[in-house]
């Protein structure tokens, strides 16, 4: 995406340029009848918050954000009283220090995130409605309803403290995304202890570079997957975990390939079959939830330790306000276990609203698969990746055509920026009265810095606005806020969703050195965006892989969807790498389609097409192909590791092989290393 550019002034006697139109714009009547609607009024009344401004949506958000940040603790403890969120010790004041890092949210509050996830239980009403859907590539739906997810955890639960887990013990899940993992999650919650999980889809190292951090003391693990129309076993996977995690004291055999429990193992249904109330331990605010993984591509992966308070009520505030989820809502988004995007799915069952597993291949039996699950399901809010959709494009899935799609209000992606052509192909293909909501944050704070509003235009290329309670803005290098500009992501202040601290990271170090090293005091994220005038947001890809010819800064993902449009290419990977004395060669890989051969005509074609879409100084150096481009097993593209790789850093060092998703495509990369001649400028 390339960056808004500020208006320029017109010549007198002509007109000025005519602002963008929006692709699409909520009607009066969702936009009043919205969560955050409601919200603005509630919170106008009662902690003097902006009134909406009739007629006038944009105004009023941006009203609402500017008070969401300037006056933090009032729109924190707003969200809490408007969640109703159950404290069963009252908090002494909302944010003991606003400090960057440090930040101490609600203390002396006690409470317990696996409590507020199955309230929509104690409701008679509801009790036999699903609280989960889940779907394999038989696309079948089959339900868990609320009453018995409820009975499973309490049961579960009452296991977990049986076997001598305690709070602040970890358990950790080998799963897919299927309903036990979301009992044993909850359930480790309810006990007070920290939940971690991979998919089952990593490899052995890659599993324990990440729990070995952690030692658990319980593993919950399958013997299997399907995916692809094949079944997947992890007998042998399974049993090296158990073999090097030492500190396990129990492990749980979830059997979905049908395989018996291997000795010394527990079996999954006798934990579950009791009719136990569950026991919620209620803890402090700040006490941890869960631990997420970076990515871990040149070392060991960052394990990022959150709060069940913090979570909480980030969680709510996302999916209340800024998705509009309640309880009449069928909540969709492609993801596994070792994504970020898994621990906020399963958050949906904060505000009552079911939520829909799909456990299986994104293409299986072909491209369409994700709608059909939307389809099958009867989903409202239906989340994806960019790739995804860009790939729906490439092959000509026509979803709004062949599918009934009709309960589908919104489709949210993340995972990379959506390049203005997938905003419209979901217009165009799957529905022209509908919300698209491309949002961006990360593992870091599992939540979003910018993204989804429902009473917001949706422009081509750019997200909504900045998140409520989210002091987002684009710093140049001296640390100025800039606007219409490409700059860093910075947030200025605490979330209560940031970090509590890094797992063996005593003195906060590491901590520190992802966010605060470079501007002291204020969150950099490692993201170039804009912040436009109309207070829209455009993502142009990770700052830490940038650009850099002649002085001029340039975003990866701005030339990904110039180059991507082209149907010959399939995927491409851009690398910017400082030669000796001073020279810059700036490669552009690409993996071609199926057919296609890279003659000098379709060089001439890709250099053309960059330089008409964004400028000659984004021609690169050279096009070579490639067999496929590297990418992180949560699919981003693996840009710093290639880069180093080229630089000559051995692979070894470049980058950690259990975190790619085909290391054997590095092999490639390191050949164009030893061979290629770069140029001198």
Sequence with gaps: MTAPKPAANPT???????????????????????????????????????????????????????????????????????????????????????????????????????????????????????????????????????????????????????????????????????????????????????????????GARSVLDRFQQVEPVVLFAVDGYRYGG???????????????????????HIPLLGTPA???????????????????????????????????????????????????????????????????????????????????????????????LYDGSPGHPDTAAQWRVAERTATTFFGTSAAYVMACRKVDVHPGRDLDLSRVRCVATTGSPLPPDGFRWIHDEVAEDLWIASVSGGTDVCSCFAGAVPTLPVFVGELQAPCLGTDLQAWDPHGRPVTDEVGELIVTNPMPSMPIHFWNDPDGS?????????????????????????????IHGRSDSTLNRQGVRMGS??????????????????????????????????????????????????KRTIREQLSPRHVPDDIIEAPGVPHTLTGKRLEVPVKRLLQGTPLDQAVNPGSVDHVELLRFYERVARDHSAPEA
């Design 12 to 202: 007198p006697g002509e007109p000025a340029p005519a602002a963008p139109q929006p692709l699409w714009s909520p009607g009066r009547d969702r936009v009043a009848s919205a969560r955050i609607t409601r919200f603005q009024e509630w919170a106008a009344d009662r902690h003097g918050a902006p009134r909406t401004v009739p007629g006038d949506p944009a105004a009023s958000y941006a009203a609402l954000h500017r008070w969401s940040v300037e006056q933090l603790e009032r729109f924190w403890q707003a969200v809490a009283e408007w969640s109703d969120v159950r404290f069963h010790t009252p908090y002494e004041t909302v944010l003991a220090d606003p400090a960057l890092p440090g930040a101490r949210w609600f203390p002396g509050a006690t409470l317990n995130y696996a409590e507020h996830a199955l309230r929509a239980a104690e409701d008679p009403a509801r009790a036999a409605e699903p609280a989960l859907l889940h779907v394999d590539e038989t696309h079948e739906p089959r339900p868990v309803t609320w009453a018995e997810l409820r009975r499973q955890v309490g049961s579960l639960a009452a296991e977990l403290r049986r076997l001598g887990v305690r709070p602040g013990d970890r358990v950790s899940g080998y799963l897919p995304n299927v309903p036990q993992s979301v009992v044993a999650l909850l359930a480790t919650a309810a006990v007070g202890a920290v939940w971690t999980s991979c998919a089952p889809d990593f």
């Design 230 to 252: 094949k079944r997947h076993d992890r007998t042998d996977t399974v049993a090296e975990l158990r073999r090097e995690l030492p500190t396990l004291q129990a492990v749980v």
């Design 262 to 356: 291997p000795e010394g193992a527990l079996n999954w249904d006798s934990l579950v079959a009791a009719a136990t109330e569950p026991v919620f331990e209620q803890v402090p605010f700040d006490h941890p939830l869960w631990v997420l993984y970076s990515s871990g591509t040149t070392g060991l992966p960052k394990a990022i330790v959150q709060s069940q308070g913090g979570i909480l009520l980030e969680h709510l505030k996302q999916l209340s306000l800024h998705t509009d989820l309640g309880p009449d809502d069928r909540f969709f988004w492609y993801t596994s276990t070792g994504w970020m995007m898994w621990n906020f799915l399963v958050s949906g069952l904060l505000v009552g609203t079911t939520v829909v």
């Design 510 to 538: 590491r901590y520190h050195e992802s966010y605060f090293e470079m501007f002291p005091g204020a969150w950099r994220h490692g993201d170039w965006i804009t912040l436009t005038s109309r207070g829209t947001v455009v």
């Design 557 to 606: 993902a701005d030339i990904y969807e110039a180059v991507e449009r082209l149907p010959e290419i399939r995927e491409s990977l851009v690398i910017g790498l400082e030669q000796p004395g001073g020279g810059y060669w700036m490669p552009l890989f690409v993996h071609l389609a199926e057919g296609t051969v890279l003659d000098d005509a379709l060089r001439d074609r890709v």
